[in-house]
C-alpha cells in the first residue's frame, strides 16, 4: 500500500511564499501523475496543480498560473508545490495525490497540510 505525507505550510502572510512538500512511500509512484489540491472551509475539494509521471504535461488552476510551481523527483519519490505572491484565497488544506492505473484515477491521498495566508 502507497501513502503520501505533506508537510511544509502554516502561516504565511500575503504576498509571501511557502513550499509544500510530499514524500511518497510503500511502493514507486515514478508511474503515477502527482497533483495537489486544497479544500478551504465550506467548499469543495478542488485540484491545483498537477504534473504527470514523466514531467511532461502540467495543469495548473487559473489562480495559480504564474504564482505556483509543482515540480517531482522519481528518484527520491518526492512531489513539491512552491508557492509565490500568496493571497487570502489561498488559505485551505492542501493534499498530495497521486493517479494511476489504465485510468489514471486519483486513488492516494495524504492527509493534508494547513496553509494560512493572513491580510
Known amino acids: 500500500q502507497g501513502q503520501l505525507v505533506e508537510s511544509g505550510g502554516g502561516l504565511v502572510q500575503a504576498g509571501g511564499s511557502t513550499r509544500l512538500f510530499c514524500v511518497a512511500s510503500?511502493?514507486?509512484?515514478?508511474?503515477?501523475?502527482m497533483g495537489w489540491f486544497r479544500q478551504a472551509p465550506g467548499k469543495a475539494r478542488e485540484a491545483v496543480v498537477s504534473?504527470?509521471?514523466?514531467?511532461?504535461?502540467?495543469y495548473y488552476q487559473d489562480s495559480a498560473k504564474g504564482r505556483f510551481t509543482i515540480s517531482r523527483d522519481n528518484a527520491k519519490n518526492t512531489v513539491h508545490l512552491q508557492m509565490n505572491s500568496l493571497r487570502p484565497e489561498d488559505t485551505a488544506v492542501y493534499f498530495c495525490?497521486?493517479?494511476?492505473?489504465?485510468?489514471?484515477?486519483?486513488?492516494?491521498w495524504g492527509q493534508g497540510i494547513q496553509v494560512t495566508v493572513s491580510s
Open positions: 495525490a497521486a493517479a494511476g492505473g489504465p485510468l489514471y484515477l486519483w486513488a492516494y
Open positions: 510503500g511502493r514507486t509512484f515514478s508511474t503515477y501523475n
Open positions: 504534473i504527470s509521471w514523466n514531467n511532461d504535461i502540467t
